[in-house]
Structures are given as structure tokens and as C-alpha cells.
């Protein structure tokens, strides 16, 4: 990882222990193997010990602890469904699903350490890049040695890639590559980028940057009040040199971004049920606990419907993660059934963050509990991996046939 000397992180573990418990109000457990479980519990006990008790002044401070990116490769969160032969976990889907749901129950900042590393990154050279690329770059990514970040977003191409303007051109055994990337999570600490860039004859290609080549630099972006603990910076190319080895050979237009895409969101869709899991968790312990007019605020049929609300629509979404990620298992997980589930998961945690703020009354807006944390985070969900109503659009062409976009 490139130490660019702003993350000197000086936080001290607190000594409030995180009281997360497990809602399992469908059984939904009896759906997972014994492998899955496995899987989650070493991830949530990960989360406990390393993630809860540094996130909530990580995040105040906007430091990202970049500590953890070791600590995340050796639970396996990167790249937890790519095959063993590279490094990687060689699971399931579903396995890969529920660790993103763990870490996301910690923080959303974190579960994007390992989207980003394991889906965004790692997925396109193990998919579209040469045997030599996958042996190069694969196992260190798995590792945590190497740190990558995945540049499409340009400044004034967001929901609308194929516009971009971010482009290579060919000058003997390299291209040239210029232009500028927007948004990239991990850019300003990251070893190397997956970029996505127009060649001369206007057809989108992945190429590897490294650090170090001339004329690439990844200014940091401030000033963030979502996502506060993950960093973000911008990639900037002027006339970098690629070697021609640094292309991804086997992929060309937008298919390929959006492929990771694909499996980036997928992750999100099961991530934002952790998220949804910790709000509730804490407002029903709060409404146990504080007692106004002579009782616990849960006897009062208002919070209960608060709950009941909660507990029924992340049931709906552990259900609709569930079935996609069998269908996944099978590849058959098509695109817009993705689309549906990251958009319905994400919406439903943070609907149910604003209900569990409220539950907490005028501690729900303190750093004593989650909840502003994950509702902040969400704002940022809803809207990267394709915002909220791009995905709807998404939806809306499959049913009608009709494309919204063109
Ligand atoms: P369109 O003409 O529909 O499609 C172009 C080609 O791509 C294929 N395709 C897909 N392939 C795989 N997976 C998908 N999800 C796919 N969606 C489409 C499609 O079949 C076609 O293939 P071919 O062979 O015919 O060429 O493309 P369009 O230009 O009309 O765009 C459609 C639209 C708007 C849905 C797409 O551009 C889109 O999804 N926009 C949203 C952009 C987005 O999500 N950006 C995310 C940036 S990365 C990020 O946010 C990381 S956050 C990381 C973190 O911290 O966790
Ligand atoms: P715009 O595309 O400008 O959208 C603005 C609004 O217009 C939205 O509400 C949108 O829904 C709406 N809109 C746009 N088009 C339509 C339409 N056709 N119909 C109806 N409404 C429409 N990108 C990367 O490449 N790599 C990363 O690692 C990455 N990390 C990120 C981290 C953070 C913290 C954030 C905030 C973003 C990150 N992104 C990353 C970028 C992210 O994917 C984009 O922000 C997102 O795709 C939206 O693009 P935009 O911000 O340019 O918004």
C-alpha cells in the first residue's frame, strides 16, 4: 500500500464494547451451510474486536485505518468467490455475500475496502487479463500486499460511462494514456488502478496503471460528510505511458466496467442488510432500555411499529439476497435481478436507519450509537455502483422493454 503520508492513524480502541446480536426472525439461517457460517461468524467476531471499537472516531476524524486492509485480507474478504489457485477464498457466492453483509454491519466505508479490492479490481484481471497478469497481480491482491482501485467515473461522466473521454492511444509497443478519473475509492493509497479508457477508435479497454508511472498522480478528494472512514481521491493520467502487457486483452466496450459492476453490486445488495441489521439491533435494545411515562419506549405501539417495520422489510431483503445469490451459485444472476436487490437492500437500510435514529430520540444523532454513522454512509450507497434511480431505470427497462436512456 502507498503511504501518502496523510492516514497517520492515531486512534485508541474505546473500551465500549460492541453489543451486536443476531435477529434471526425467519430462519433464515437454515438456508445457509455450515461453510457459510463458518464465514460469517469469523467475520462479525473480526468486526467486534477490530472494526467497532476505532470506527465511530475513524469516521469523525475522516481517517481511513488503513491498518485494516491486512486484517481484511486474512479474514478472506478479498476476493472471497475467485479460485484458490489465485490466492483467493474459492467460495461461493453466498459466502461472498454474507462477509460483505458482516463488514458492512460494521461500517460501509470498510465493506468498500473489499468491494473495491475483491470485485472491482481483482474480478477484471482474473476475468478479462492474461494468465501472466493474474499470476502477477492476484495473489498479492489477496494478500493485502497490493492495493488496487477501479477508475471509471469521470467529472463529468457519472451515471453516464460511455461517455467518457478518458483515452489511450497506441505509440509503439505502449499507449498513452490521458484523461482523468472521479470519486475512486482507495485512489490516494492504492499501488496500482484498473482503468477504463477509449481507444482510438473510440472502444472502451481496461488497462493497469501502477504508481510511480510518469504522469500519473491521485490527488485526495476532502471534504466528504458520507463514507467518512473510507478515502477518496481523484486519478489523474497526463500522457502516461502503458506498456501494451498492461491491457487487459479480453474485454473491450462497456460490458467490461459494467461486469464488475455486476459483482460489486451484488456484494452491496447483501452489504446494506449488515448495515439495516446494526440500526435495528441498536434501536431495539434502546427501546427495551429507555423508559419514558413509566415504561419502556418499545410497550408503546408506535416504536413497535417502527420495529416491526424494521424487522419485516430486512427479512424481505435477506430473502431477496438469498435467492439471488443462488441464482448467482448457477449464473444466472442477471443484471437487472442485481439491480433490483441493491437498490431495494440499500433504500430499505436507510429508510431504516432515519426510523432507528428516531427510536433513539436525541442520542440517536450522538457517536454513542451507529446510527447517524450507517445513515451518513448510506447516503453514499444509494448512489455509487449506480445511483438509486438509474438502477429503478434499470428495472423499468426490463419490464417494458423500453430503454429510459437512449
Ligand atoms: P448499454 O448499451 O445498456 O450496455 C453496454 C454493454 O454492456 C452490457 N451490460 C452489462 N454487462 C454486464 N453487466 C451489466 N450490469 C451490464 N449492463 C449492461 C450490455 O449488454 C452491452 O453489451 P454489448 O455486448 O451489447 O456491448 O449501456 P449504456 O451506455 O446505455 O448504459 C446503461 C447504464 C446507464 C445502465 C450504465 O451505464 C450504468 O449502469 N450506469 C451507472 C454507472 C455506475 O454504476 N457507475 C459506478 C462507478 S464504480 C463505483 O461507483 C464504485 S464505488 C466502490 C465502492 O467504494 O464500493
Ligand atoms: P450524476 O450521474 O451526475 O447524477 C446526478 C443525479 O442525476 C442522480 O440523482 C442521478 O440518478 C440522476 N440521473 C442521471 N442520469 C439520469 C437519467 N438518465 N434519468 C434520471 N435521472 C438521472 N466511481 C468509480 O469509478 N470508482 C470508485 O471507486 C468510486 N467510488 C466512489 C466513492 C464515493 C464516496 C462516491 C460518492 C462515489 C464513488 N464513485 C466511484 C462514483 C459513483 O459511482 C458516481 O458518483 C455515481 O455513479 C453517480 O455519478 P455522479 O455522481 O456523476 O452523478
Not at 470506527?55 to 481511513?64: D, H, L, P, V
Not at 505502449?174 to 477504463?196: C, E, F, H, Q
Not at 442485481?338 to 440499500?346: L, P, Q
Request: charged share 25%.
Amino acid at each position: 500500500m502507498y503511504d501518502n503520508g496523510t492516514h497517520i492513524f492515531d486512534i485508541k480502541p474505546r473500551a465500549k464494547t460492541d453489543q451486536f446480536e443476531n435477529h434471526d426472525h425467519y430462519a433464515v439461517d437454515e438456508l445457509l451451510s455450515d461453510d457459510h457460517k463458518l464465514a460469517r461468524d469469523a467475520v462479525r467476531d473480526w468486526v467486534k474486536q477490530e472494526v467497532s471499537p476505532i470506527i465511530e472516531e475513524a469516521s469523525e476524524k475522516a481517517q481511513c485505518p488503513l491498518h485494516l486492509f491486512k486484517g481484511l485480507a486474512d479474514i478472506g474478504a478479498f476476493g472471497p468467490s475467485l479460485p484458490e489457485k489465485y490466492g483467493c477464498g474459492g467460495m461461493d457466492e453466498i459466502a461472498y455475500g454474507i462477509i460483505m453483509q458482516e463488514l458492512e454491519r460494521g461500517d460501509s466505508g470498510i465493506r468498500s475496502m473489499a468491494s473495491v479490492q475483491g470485485s472491482l479490481v481483482m474480478y477484471p484481471i482474473y476475468r478479462f487479463g492474461s494468465e501472466e497478469q493474474k499470476m502477477r497481480w492476484l495473489p498479492k491482491m489477496a494478500s493485502g500486499e497490493v492495493i488496487g482501485c477501479f477508475g471509471l467515473t469521470e467529472p463529468d461522466h457519472g451515471s453516464n460511462p460511455s461517455g467518457m473521454t478518458t483515452n489511450i492511444r497506441e505509440d509503439g509497443d505502449s499507449y498513452i494514456l490521458n484523461g482523468a478519473k472521479m470519486w475512486i475509492t482507495n485512489s490516494p493509497i492504492a499501488d496500482m488502478a484498473v482503468v477504463w479508457a477509449k481507444n482510438e477508435e473510440g472502444r472502451i479497454k481496461g488497462v493497469i496503471v501502477e504508481r510511480g508511472m510518469k504522469g500519473f498522480t491521485t490527488p485526495e478528494i476532502h471534504g466528504k460528510l458520507s463514507l467518512r472512514a473510507s478515502i477518496t481521491g481523484e486519478l489523474v493520467f497526463e500522457d502516461v505511458r502503458i506498456p501494451k502487457s498492461n491491457v487487459l486483452p479480453n474485454v473491450e466496450g462497456l460490458k467490461g466496467p459494467l461486469s464488475c459492476l455486476s459483482k460489486a453490486r451484488y456484494g452491496i445488495a447483501w452489504g446494506a442488510i449488515g448495515a439495516a441489521m446494526d440500526c435495528y439491533d441498536s434501536a431495539l435494545r434502546y427501546s427495551l432500555e429507555r423508559e419514558q411515562f413509566g415504561r419502556p419506549i418499545g410497550g408503546f405501539q408506535l416504536t413497535q411499529k417502527k420495529l416491526a417495520e424494521m424487522i419485516t422489510e430486512i427479512t424481505k431483503a435477506q430473502l431477496l439476497a438469498w435467492r439471488l445469490g443462488s441464482l448467482a451459485n448457477n449464473g444466472k444472476a442477471t443484471p437487472a435481478q442485481i439491480s433490483m436487490a441493491k437498490r431495494n437492500n440499500v433504500n430499505m437500510a436507510l429508510e431504516i436507519a432515519r426510523e432507528a435514529r428516531q427510536i433513539h430520540g436525541g442520542m440517536g444523532i450522538t457517536n454513542e450509537y451507529p446510527i447517524m454513522r450507517h445513515m451518513t454512509n448510506l447516503e453514499t450507497v444509494l448512489t455509487y455502483e449506480g445511483t438509486h434511480d438509474i438502477h429503478l431505470l434499470i428495472t423499468g427497462m426490463e419490464v417494458t422493454g423500453l430503454n429510459a436512456f437512449k
